[in-house]
């Protein structure tokens, strides 16, 4: 009974390919990110949505368009993939993010751009 | 100066140490404080959370906040090798502010 999954774990592709990314949380929370994890292991936020609704969008490029078709599930679709997009990309849910509350984390999706 | 500094190490010690991971941070408006442990090749995992200043103790582990110095820090005692991994500290502020996280400092128990 997986908290937070993503799909799928490695994904290795070439250069100006487009691919998804897909987040599926069981928890009942109502905020779901997207983190981006470089090279040297700094963990970054991307995206935010609470209840199907953006409220977080960091300076991210517009190649990547997060989509939210239910307070569970938050996508990620990267366009026009560059090799700079190589990391892991971590999901994560939070219930309340307005007191702090903890965020669970997914177990990654290792991306590869050629 | 970057919001949040921490020393990526890496650290090591033997088996039964005492060991102490500390970040520092510059916004003052931080109120929640954590620590997150990462096994490689996995995802973050809640390791203490801490609100305003004072210490936690789980076990054995130990967080201490110190807003007036813009500190904290964690302790792990009778360190073993299963210990041996990321540690990162993250802070937010109230509202929607997203989690800040150091860069994480990696940490070796030798047997």
């Known amino acids: 009974d997986t908290a937070v999954s993503q799909t799928p774990k490695y994904l290795v592709t070439q250069m100006g390919n487009d691919k998804s990314i897909k987040c599926e949380q069981n928890?009942?929370?109502?905020?779901m990110y997207w983190y981006k994890q470089d090279s040297k292991k700094f963990l970054k936020i991307m995206f935010s949505?609470?209840?199907?609704?953006?409220?977080i969008n960091e300076t991210v490029p517009n190649r990547f368009s997060p989509k939210s078709p239910d307070k569970a599930h938050l996508n990620l679709h990267i366009n026009s993939l560059e090799l700079g997009d190589s990391a892991v990309y971590f999901c994560?849910?939070?219930?309340?993010?307005?007191?702090?509350?903890?965020?669970?984390f997914g177990p990654g999706t290792r991306l590869l751009v050629l | 100066q970057k919001e949040v500094e921490q020393d990526p190490g890496p650290l090591s010690v033997p088996e039964g140490a005492i060991v102490s991971l500390n970040c520092t941070y510059s916004?003052?408006?931080?109120?929640?404080f954590m620590w997150y442990r990462q096994y490689s090749r996995k995802g973050p995992e809640l390791l203490m959370y801490?609100?305003?200043?004072g210490n936690k103790e789980d076990g054995r582990f130990t967080a201490q906040v110190d807003k007036s110095s813009k500190y904290i820090s964690l302790f792990i005692r009778d360190s073993q090798p299963s210990d041996s991994a990321t540690y990162l500290c993250?802070?937010?502020?109230?509202?929607?502010?997203?989690?800040?996280f150091g860069k994480g400092t990696r940490l070796s128990v030798i047997a």
């Open positions: 994560a849910s939070s219930q309340d993010p307005g007191r702090g509350e903890t965020q669970y």
């Open positions: 916004n003052s408006a931080f109120q929640y």
């Open positions: 993250a802070m937010t502020n109230s509202g929607n502010t997203p989690l800040v």
């Open positions: 928890l009942g929370h109502d905020t």
């Open positions: 801490t609100y305003s200043s």
């Open positions: 949505y609470n209840n199907k609704e953006l409220i």
